[in-house]
């Protein structure tokens, strides 16, 4: 079956740094487009990036532009956020996703089905 196990979260002060990773099993990264969600305390969840299986497009929405960057690594099999200039709004708990519908220079820029897999979840906290 497809499992996706994320790591890296944790506490972090404003202004520092840090990379999640989300290692995928029973499905290759190579063929899918793959992205991040947030969901912030009494916030919906929101994807904060996706890139595209096609030709590598990535898309941000403007809370994070400039700070996150996605990026895969094939031969693990293994896609990374990394995140700098940390602020508090950042603080939720980040989910990796895959086989999802990533369309940077579209209305809508990424989305979900029924076919999408899911990490369980890390903890992101921005605090000092």
């Known amino acids: 079956q497809v499992q996706l196990v994320e790591s890296g979260g944790g506490l972090v002060r404003p202004g520092g740094s840090l990379t999640l990773s989300c290692a995928a099993s029973g499905l290759s990264l190579d063929y899918v487009d793959v992205g991040w969600f947030r969901q912030a305390p009494g916030k919906e969840r929101e994807g904060v990036s996706c890139i595209t299986n096609s030709d590598g497009s990535t898309y941000y929405p403007d809370s994070v532009k400039g700070r996150f960057t996605i990026s895969k690594d094939n031969a693990k099999n293994t896609v990374y956020l990394q995140m700098n200039s940390l602020k508090p709004e950042d603080t939720g708990v980040y989910y990796c996703?895959?086989?999802?519908?990533?369309?940077?220079?579209?209305?809508?820029?990424?989305?979900?089905?029924?076919?999408?897999?899911w990490g369980q979840g890390t903890q992101v906290t921005v605090s000092s």
């Open positions: 996703a895959a086989d999802l519908v990533c369309r940077p220079h579209r209305t809508v820029k990424v989305a979900t089905t029924a076919s999408t897999a």
